[in-house]
């Protein structure tokens, strides 16, 4: 089983910059792709970036050159470093792993970018 814990969000002025974290808990986290999905009020959620096992990278083309996923397998925790943030950021930010054929969601973190 995996428990997934965002943390990080808070409120950024347009333009700044903000890391989230996700730490994993339980067994096998380099085993597995971890991803970042958003979803704002009133729209679908959607994939903002995945990071592979492996650390290969895919991000959805609206954050594509302002955010960075990483991940560090021994602290078992992802980041998502999101710069140059604009308005149309603003949204919850969920943590993502599909293992062993289970979906695990973190309780996502509220990341409001507004002056």
């Known amino acids: 089983q995996v428990q997934l814990v965002e943390s990080g969000g808070g409120l950024v002025q347009p333009g700044g910059s903000r890391r989230l974290s996700c730490a994993a808990s339980g067994s096998g986290f380099s085993n597995y792709a971890v991803g970042w999905y958003r979803q704002a009020p009133g729209k679908q959620r959607e994939m903002v970036a995945v990071?592979?096992?492996?650390?290969?990278?895919n991000y959805a083309n609206s954050v594509k050159g302002r955010f960075i996923i990483s991940r560090d397998n021994v602290k078992k925790t992802v980041y998502l470093q999101m710069n140059t943030l604009k308005p149309e950021d603003t949204a919850v930010y969920y943590c993502?792993?599909?293992?062993?054929?289970?979906?695990?969601w973190g309780q996502g973190t509220q990341v409001t970018v507004s002056s």
């Open positions: 990071i592979s096992r492996y650390g290969i990278t």
């Open positions: 993502n792993v599909d293992y062993r054929a289970t979906t695990y």
